[in-house]
C-alpha cells in the first residue's frame, strides 16, 4: 500500500486569530472551528451570509463530528437534516465536501482515507 502524500500546513489569520489550513483549505484541527471562522470563510467563497438552513446543516456536521470522531456519511447527512443530497449540495458553492464541510470545520477526507 502506498504512503499518503505530506501534507502541509499554512496559517492565516481568520476571524482574528491564527488558524492553520491544509493545502486544500480544510481546518488542520476541529478544535480552531468558531461560527465567525465559518461567516468568514463563507464570504470568502461569495457567501454573504449563511442562512439558518446552512447553519444547521453545519451545526448537524460538527455534532456529528464531535459525537462519533469522523464525518457524517451522506445517509446519515440526510436523515439528520431532512435535506437531500441535491439541496444539500446547492446550499454550499462547493458541495458537501468542499463547502459544507470546510465550512463547519471538519478534517479534509483526503486524510481519513487509509
Same mark, same amino acid.
Given at each position: ?7 502541509s500546513?499554512v496559517?492565516?489569520v481568520?476571524a ?9 483549505? @480544510?481546518?488542520w &484541527?476541529?478544535? !480552531?472551528w468558531?461560527e465567525? +471562522?465559518?461567516l ?5 467563497? /461569495? ?11 453545519i451545526? @448537524?456536521?460538527? &455534532?456529528?463530528? !464531535?459525537?462519533?470522531?469522523? +464525518?457524517?456519511?451522506n445517509?446519515?447527512?440526510?436523515? /439528520? ?5 441535491l439541496?444539500?449540495?446547492r ?13 463547519a470545520g471538519?478534517?479534509?477526507?483526503q486524510?481519513?482515507?487509509d
Open positions: 500500500m502506498a504512503d499518503k502524500p505530506a501534507r500546513r496559517a492565516r481568520v482574528g486569530r491564527s488558524v492553520y489550513f491544509d493545502d486544500e483549505g @480544510f481546518f &484541527d476541529a478544535d !480552531d468558531s465567525e +471562522a465559518a468568514e470563510l463563507a464570504r470568502e467563497r /461569495g457567501l454573504a451570509t449563511l442562512d439558518a438552513t446552512q447553519w444547521r446543516v451545526r @448537524f456536521m460538527r &455534532d456529528w463530528y !464531535d459525537g462519533h470522531g469522523r +464525518a457524517p456519511m445517509r446519515d447527512l440526510k436523515s /439528520g437534516t431532512g435535506l437531500s443530497l439541496e444539500l449540495e446550499l454550499f458553492p462547493d458541495g458537501i465536501r468542499l463547502g459544507a464541510r470546510r465550512l471538519l478534517p479534509n477526507p486524510t481519513c482515507l
